[in-house]
Structure formats: C-alpha cells, structure tokens
C-alpha cells in the first residue's frame, strides 16, 4: 500500500505516473532507508518540509542510491498533488530546492505548452544548485537545471518524456515567441543608439539653417567702411606728425 499510487489518481503519458520513473530506480527507492522513514504518509503539504530539508539535486550516487531529491519526485507522482498547489511550488523563491523539484515534476508531467510557459521564467533564475551523481558534487545553476529540462533528453538518470518543439507551437499560435533577455537589451542600446543620433543630426541641421555673415558682406558693411576710413586716416595723420616742418617747407 505504501508504493501504490493515489486512488483516483490520472494516467500521465497513458501511464501510471510512477512509471515515468525507470523500473531499476524505482525499485532503489522503495528499498530505501529515507523512502521507509521520511517519505511515508507524506502529503503535498507535509511534503514541502522535507523539501526544504534538500541540499542538493540529482538522481542516484554512489553504488547507485537514489538522493532524496528523486525520492521526493517519485513520492510527487505518487500522490499527484493538484496544478494549483505544484504552482505554489513553483512560485516559492526563497526555497530553490523546493522549486527545482516542482520544475522536474511539471516537465513530465504537464503538457509541453505549459512546460515552456511555466519554465521559462525560471531562465532567468541564476542561483547556484548543488548536483550530486555517480561521480560526486558538482556545481549548477538554476536556469542551466531548467534549460537541461527543456532541451535534454535525460535529467538527473531519468528519461524525460519527449518534448514537442517549441516553434510548433509558435506556428499553431499556442505559445508567443519566446522573448530573450540580450536580444532586449541589444535592441534598447540600439534604440538610444538611434534617439542619440537623430538628436545629433536635428541640432546638426539647425546650425546649418541658421545665416551665416559672408566675408564679402563683412567687407561692405557700413561698420567695416567706417573702420576702414578711420584706420587710414591715422595713417596719414600718423605719417604728417613724423615729417619736420623744415622738410615740409623744402618739399
């Protein structure tokens, strides 16, 4: 009774929804000590307290021990809490363990136009994500955990079902383009890019409107002749005082 899916539970992909975990691990987790002892009873409610106990991702480690991570996963399908509660999982910000796991659950179990609706925000969640494998702990980051779930075809050792491309969608019109963050960013520079010239080129041309006073204009004006007749008669005034009068009279 305690490795049985919920009374009333819906098929997910035409099959029991514990079945979309492999056989071998599913197995592996019903043998498990934190299955016997943590997972027991649980409900979507109480399972969020162990969720927020998560300390890392990832599926089985070691001698091929399943984490508490896909424990708590297989206990998900098990139970098939309702969209709105997983939603709730989703939203929850401060716990990126708890929202990893709802994303892991969402992507097999939802329909592929509310997986990119619903995942895609996540993209632009950064905060760092412990893994552990076979190999060891490693180091991830939330939108690298989520976009592995959009576009791999396995995620922490478990086969994910197939994922319908998103540009199909897009075709059909079910889902929008999807909006990139650098594209955005390029296309705002581009546009104060723009502004800035266009406001270059409007105080450019409104120089160029504006009359200029030619040098010919310079020449004839009646301040330059004045100047000009002032100028030459101190110098002939300025030449008459440096004759001697003697030179004057002989001359």
């Avoid at 019903?30 to 027991?40: A, D, L, N, Q």
């Avoid at 990832?58 to 809490?81: A, D, H, M």
């Avoid at 690298?144 to 019109?173: H, M, S, Y």
């Amino acid at each position: 009774m305690a490795n049985t899916t919920v009374t009333g539970a819906l098929a997910i992909h035409g099959q029991n929804p514990q079945f979309l975990v492999e056989t071998v691990i599913r197995n592996r987790i019903y043998e498990s000590r934190y299955w016997k002892e943590h997972c027991f009873a649980l409900t979507a409610e109480s399972l969020i307290d162990k969720a927020l106990d998560l300390r890392f991702i990832g599926g089985v480690y070691g001698n091929q021990r399943p984490t508490e991570f896909i424990s708590l996963l297989l206990k998900l399908l098990q139970i098939q809490p309702e969209k709105e509660i997983l939603l709730e999982y989703l939203r929850a910000d401060e716990f990126k363990y708890l929202r990893a796991l709802a994303a892991l659950y969402i992507r097999m179990t939802f329909r592929a136009v509310d997986v990119y609706e619903l995942l895609e925000p996540l993209l632009k969640d950064y905060r760092k994500l412990r893994q552990r494998n076979t190999a060891g702990y490693s180091l991830t980051y939330m939108d690298e955990f989520v976009d592995a779930l959009l576009t791999e075809e396995r995620v922490c050792d478990i086969i994910l079902p197939r994922l319908q491309k998103r540009g199909v969608f897009e075709e059909n019109g079910e889902i929008g383009p999807r909006k990139s963050r650098l594209l955005d960013a390029l296309q705002g520079k581009s546009d104060a890019e723009s502004r800035s010239s266009s406001r270059s080129r409007s105080h450019s041309s409104t120089r160029k409107g504006q009359p200029s006073p030619s040098r010919s204009s310079r020449d004839h004006s009646p301040a330059a002749s004045h100047s000009q007749s002032d100028h030459s008669s101190g110098r002939y005034r300025s030449r008459s005082r440096s004759i001697s009068p003697d030179r004057m009279v002989t001359e």
